[in-house]
C-alpha cells in the first residue's frame, strides 16, 4: 500500500513563529487532505490539495505531485494551533484514506 | 445543520465482552467510513459503507464488522474485545469529494 511519512513528529513553537510541516507519499494519489485534529479527537479539514498551492488565513498549503510530497505552512503562530496535524492520501476513487503519522505541534505563549 | 455525531462519547469495556458504536452522518452524505486510532498514531481505514452494504474494507479481522441503515446511519461492532483494541474510533461521512468526521468514541479495553 501507500506509505505516508510526516515530518518533523514534534514541534515546539513560539507563538509568532512560523513552521513548514511536510508530508512524503510513495505513489500517485487522486487527492491529499490536510487534518487538524483537536486534543478531543475531532479531525478537521484544513486543505483538500491535489495539486498547487492554497491559503486560508495564516495556513497555506502546497502539493508538489509529480514529486510526491506536500508541505503545510503555519505562519504568525498562536496557541490555538496547538494540536496534531495529519496528511492523508486518497487512495482510490471511493475516498479512502491512508492517514500519515502526524506532527504534534505545540505553540508556547 | 448538524455534523457528523458519534456516540458514545467515551466508554469501559472487559476484554472478551462486544461493543456496539453508532454514528449519525452529517445530513446529504450517503457514504460512511469507520476509522481506528490508538494512542500517538495517525487513524486507520476498517471499511466503508454505501447503499447499506460494506463497500471496502481495511486490514482489520472479522471481529470487526458494521451495518448501515436505510438513513444512512451506521454502527460498528467489535466482538470478543481485546485489550489492543483500546482506540479513539472515528466516523467520518461523505458525499462526493467532500469528507466531515465526527468527534469520535474513546473505547478503553481492560
Known amino acids: 500500500g501507500i506509505q505516508v511519512e510526516q515530518s518533523p513528529p514534534d514541534l515546539i513553537l513560539q507563538e509568532g513563529a512560523n513552521s513548514t510541516l511536510r508530508c512524503n507519499f510513495s505513489?500517485?494519489?487522486?487527492?491529499l487532505q490536510w487534518f487538524h485534529q483537536n486534543p478531543w479527537g475531532q479531525l478537521i479539514n484544513l486543505f483538500y490539495i491535489p495539486s498547487g498551492t492554497k491559503q486560508n488565513g495564516r495556513l497555506s498549503a502546497t502539493t508538489v505531485a509529480t514529486e510526491r510530497y506536500s508541505l503545510l505552512y503555519i505562519s504568525s503562530s498562536q496557541t490555538t494551533d496547538s494540536g496534531v496535524y495529519f496528511c492523508?492520501?486518497?487512495?482510490?476513487?471511493?475516498?479512502?484514506?491512508?492517514f500519515g503519522a502526524g506532527t504534534q505541534v505545540v505553540v508556547t505563549p | 445543520d448538524a455534523g457528523v455525531t458519534q456516540s458514545p462519547t467515551h466508554l469501559i469495556k472487559t476484554r472478551g465482552q462486544q461493543v456496539t458504536l453508532r454514528c449519525s452522518p452529517k445530513s446529504g452524505h450517503d457514504t460512511v467510513s469507520w476509522y481506528q486510532q490508538a494512542l500517538g498514531q495517525g487513524p486507520q481505514f476498517i471499511f466503508q459503507y454505501y447503499e447499506e452494504e460494506e463497500r471496502q474494507r481495511g486490514n482489520f479481522p472479522d471481529r470487526f464488522s458494521g451495518h448501515q441503515f436505510p438513513n444512512y446511519s451506521s454502527e460498528l461492532n467489535v466482538n470478543a474485545l481485546l485489550l489492543g483494541d483500546s482506540a479513539l474510533y472515528l466516523c467520518?461521512?461523505?458525499?462526493?469529494?467532500?469528507?466531515?468526521f465526527g468527534e469520535g468514541s474513546w473505547l478503553t479495553v481492560v
Open positions: 505513489d500517485s494519489v487522486n487527492n
Open positions: 467520518a461521512s461523505s458525499f462526493g469529494n467532500t469528507i466531515y
Open positions: 492523508a492520501v486518497e487512495v482510490d476513487s471511493w475516498g479512502k484514506l491512508q
